[in-house]
């Protein structure tokens, strides 16, 4: 071989191993001769703890799309403070619960197949299951994530706001590789769970100069939520349920942005660009195509890469 060959093939390895070492490669059989019962032991355990307690699913699926959205899937979220404040602790984080149930299904897990599992692809299982277990779709998980070993609170600012525009939801998610269907699919995880006044209260007290309250929310859930959510109100777990059917996975989501009875402005902002806006028509009445584009936009998002080991307690780094 030549000198100037042998140099191309060089260059190309090395160009070829950068890009390659910048994510990690996920799979389906990533565990299947390491750990072959991972799927089935996280199953189990979000099983149980959901049916001990109806809030836990909607908590798990949130938690997920709050680790994939700050430095990929990199259970970056999971990570308790020490000398910094970790993820967890800032101010969109604080009202996600339930990281016991992933530590018993790492803990579970450990006991099988030590090292192997990382708690990246724990929580990536548990999202799915919540979903399963709620009446929605299934999907094969791509596996073979690693868990960072960096988590701050103040990164937790690049998370989308329950304020923003359309033009903000969009860019937010194009900047992890998200399209607009993405955008509309993923927001349908909002037929579930709970909501505090804290994430709505700019929809109903001093809306803007000439309104109090949003014109484009309906006027009943309006009165609803000011009936909840009074300016004097300071009980910290006031609020109201995401929809009627909050732990059934189901298209009512859709159906509420419709009659303008969404809960965030970030909801009803679905319907400001024509796209958008047909794929909610869409999956208003098609429960099918919103689990179909559910499913597959919760692959795309659960594969925002990042991390570096297998953990071995999901709330400590290595
Ligand atoms: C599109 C941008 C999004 C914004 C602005 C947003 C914002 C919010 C806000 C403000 C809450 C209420 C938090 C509280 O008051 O306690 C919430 C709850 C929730 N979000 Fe989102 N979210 C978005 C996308 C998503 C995605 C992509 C998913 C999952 C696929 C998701 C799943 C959930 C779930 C399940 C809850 C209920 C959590 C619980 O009951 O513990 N959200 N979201």
Request: glycine share 6%.
């Amino acid at each position: 071989m030549s000198s100037s060959s042998a140099l191309i093939l060089f260059s190309s390895l090395l160009i070829f191993s950068l890009i390659y070492s910048q994510g990690n490669a996920l799979s389906s059989n990533y565990y299947e001769n390491t750990c072959p019962q991972v799927e089935d032991i996280v199953t189990q355990v979000v099983t149980e703890a959901t049916k001990k307690d109806k809030t836990v699913a909607a908590a798990l699926l949130r938690m997920h799309f709050h680790d994939c959205f700050i430095r990929g899937c990199d259970a970056s979220v999971l990570l308790n403070s020490k000398k910094n404040t970790a993820e967890k602790d800032g101010p969109p984080n604080v009202s996600l619960h339930a990281f016991y149930v992933i530590d018993s299904a790492k803990n579970a897990i450990e006991a099988r197949c030590p090292g192997i599992v990382s708690c990246a692809d724990i929580l990536a299982f548990a999202a799915r299951d919540s979903v399963v277990v709620s009446g929605g779709p299934s999907w094969d998980v791509p596996k073979g994530r690693k868990d960072g070993r960096t988590s701050q609170a103040s990164e937790t600012i690049q998370l989308p706001a329950p304020t923003f525009n359309i033009n903000q939801l969009q860019q937010s998610f194009s900047q992890r590789g998200l399209s607009l269907e993405d955008l509309v699919a993923l927001s349908g995880g909002h037929t579930l769970g709970f909501s505090h006044c804290s994430s709505f209260n700019n929809r109903i007290h001093n809306f803007n100069n000439t309104h109090d309250v949003d014109p484009t929310l309906h006027p009943t859930l309006a009165a609803t939520l000011k009936g909840i959510c009074t300016l004097k109100n300071r009980a910290k777990n006031a609020g109201s349920p995401m929809d009627p059917s909050s732990t059934t996975f189901d298209n009512t989501y859709y159906k509420l942005i419709l009659q303008n009875k969404s809960l965030f402005s970030s909801d009803q902002a679905l319907l400001s660009n024509p796209k958008t806006k047909s794929l909610v028509t869409d999956f208003a009445s098609s429960k099918d195509a919103f689990f179909k584009a559910f499913a597959n936009s919760m692959i795309k998002m659960s594969s925002i890469n990042g991390g570096q080991e297998v953990r071995k307690d999901c709330r400590v780094a290595n």
